[in-house]
């Protein structure tokens, strides 16, 4: 049982690049999330999906976009990478919608990092 | 914007010793919870506690949730190194939706052997 997969694992862009970070989940969850960790900043949530074919704005998301096409990926766009988007991201899942806990399971992480 | 604010920063004990971490929240919230996250790790949950629980256990785990003063505590006891880590308490606000948790900054714990 895989859980929350993310890939890659590490990237280093260079400013003005664009990528894309893959997450994918195979415990039929509906609620999808992307949060980017940054040194004594925390957690903070930069966009989440409900369901297929759903995203929504988190708390920064700006400079980045997102995709649910499947209901077991949810994609993180960088268009034209930026320094200050050199952080650690994180992908997460929670089955709330079948009356789960509001349990949120994390993927390993992505570092990236931006010159 | 930051909900959960961990105190201490950072916590260095011996093996065997109990661990107390606190968590101070600014709004109404359904539920609160912890989580672990080892170095270079991904986020693991430990353990909820819902607004009208005051305490809840789980292994070597308490959790207590005083709601008039916004606050919550995380005791580990008889601590081990391999609970070495940072802790995170993330809020669930009241009248929010779509599960999304407000996560504060985090108490770093070392565990001596």
């Known amino acids: 049982n895989a859980g929350v997969t993310q890939t890659p694992k590490f990237r280093v862009l260079k400013t003005g690049q664009s990528m894309t970070l893959l997450c994918a989940q195979d415990m039929n969850h509906e609620y999808m999330y992307w949060y980017r960790q940054d040194p004594g900043m925390g957690l903070r949530l930069i966009h989440y999906s409900v369901g297929e074919g759903t995203t929504a704005k988190g708390e920064v998301p700006d400079g980045y976009n997102v995709s649910r096409l499947k209901k077991q990926n949810f994609l993180l766009g960088l268009e034209s990478a930026a320094p200050s988007q050199t952080s650690v991201y994180f992908c997460?899942?929670?089955?709330?919608?079948?009356?789960?806990?509001?349990?949120?399971?994390f993927g390993e992480g992505s570092r990236l990092t931006v010159l | 914007s930051q909900q959960g604010e961990e105190d201490p920063q950072a916590l260095s004990i011996q093996e065997g010793e109990n661990a107390t971490m606190n968590c101070s929240y600014k709004?109404?919230?359904?539920?609160l919870q912890w989580y672990r996250q080892n170095s270079g790790r991904g986020l693991v949950h430990l353990i909820l506690?819902?607004?009208?629980?005051r305490e809840k256990h789980s292994g070597r785990l308490r959790v207590t949730l005083d709601t008039s003063k916004k606050s919550s505590s995380l005791l580990i006891t008889a601590s081990r190194a391999a609970d070495t880590a940072s802790y995170f308490c993330?809020?669930?606000?009241?009248?929010?939706?779509?599960?999304?948790?407000?996560f504060g900054k985090g108490t770093k714990l070392s565990v001596k052997p």
């Open positions: 506690i819902r607004s009208n629980e």
């Open positions: 709004t109404s919230i359904n539920n």
């Open positions: 993330a809020t669930d606000p009241y009248g929010g939706s779509q599960g999304n948790l407000i």
């Open positions: 997460a899942s929670n089955g709330r919608d079948r009356g789960y806990s509001g349990e949120l399971f």
